[in-house]
């Protein structure tokens, strides 16, 4: 049994992530956000059957695959800048932290979709609104965990922040398996909520300065299964390994 998240509507955004730090949004409300259509969005699905492995994972695990792309946002402007590794430091990533990982970048006739760009805007938009407008430099990462191996571990690293200031975590699809429960604590006190993202592209937004979240590992249903998710990091003051 899943438990299911509590959903923002997408007028009432900016006023959940200040009083708790994090909001949940429902598909409409991420196609409101993003001024497209359900349908432009599921049209980005199938270029997470095309992901290379992720060759870094420290754990030895095969489960990963991902692609990565890096973008500035100033106003309504959005432009792609020149390809580069994905950095953070050890005080995020006890795991992965310390390491330039390079990873191939996402496919251009992705970038090039309306829907895409409207996702990322979106997420400027919303960190504009929460921390006053200013450029802000965006990771997008499309990962898929997969089951091939008996568990596949969406972040391997645990529970963490990510050291920016917004955290988008869309849910693309969720395909023969189970677990793979979200839980999103405060970073400086008790409290706690977990629950289950199920619809494709629901939303998980994150005030990253005010909760650490993880996800717990999946695992088959049947013969295999996987979890395909994009993630979106939004910073100021440029790129981490700056």
């Keep these: 049994m899943h ?7 997408a007028d009432q955004l900016g006023a959940q992530l200040r009083r708790q730090g994090y909001a949940v949004l429902g598909p409409q409300a991420v196609c409101q956000l993003a001024g497209c259509t359900l349908d432009d969005l599921m049209a980005l699905r199938p270029s997470w059957d095309d992901l ?3 060759g870094y994972l420290k754990d030895g695990g095969r489960y990963r695959r991902r692609r990565h792309s890096c973008f500035v946002a100033e106003g309504e402007r959005l432009s792609q800048v020149p ?3 994905h950095w953070q430091p050890v005080e995020y990533n ?3 932290g310390g390491m330039q990982r390079w990873f191939e970048p996402v496919a251009p006739q992705v970038v090039a ?9 979106a997420m400027a938009q919303v ?3 929460l921390k006053g407008p200013r450029p802000w430099s965006i990771e997008a990462h499309q990962f898929r965990i997969d089951t091939e191996g008996g568990i596949g571990r969406p972040t391997p690293e645990g529970a963490h922040r990510d050291g920016v200031d917004l955290v988008g975590v869309f849910l693309v699809a969720r395909e023969g398996v189970k677990g ?3 839980r999103v604590f405060e970073a400086d006190g008790p409290a706690g909520q977990r629950f289950t993202l199920t619809e494709p592209w629901s939303l998980l937004l994150l ?5 650490v979240h993880e996800t717990t590992p999946i695992q088959p249903e049947g013969a295999s299964g996987h979890r395909d998710t994009l993630v979106v990091t939004v910073r100021a003051g440029g790129f981490q390994g700056d």
């Design 94 to 96: 006890a795991l992965h």
């Design 207 to 211: 005030d990253d300065e005010r909760v």
């Design 127 to 129: 960190s504009s609104d």
């Design 180 to 182: 793979g429960e979200t």
């Design 3 to 9: 438990l299911s998240p509590a959903y923002t509507p």
């Design 113 to 121: 979709q309306p829907a895409w760009s409207g996702l990322l805007r």
């Design 52 to 54: 290379p492995p992720d």
């Design 83 to 85: 390809h580069r590794a």
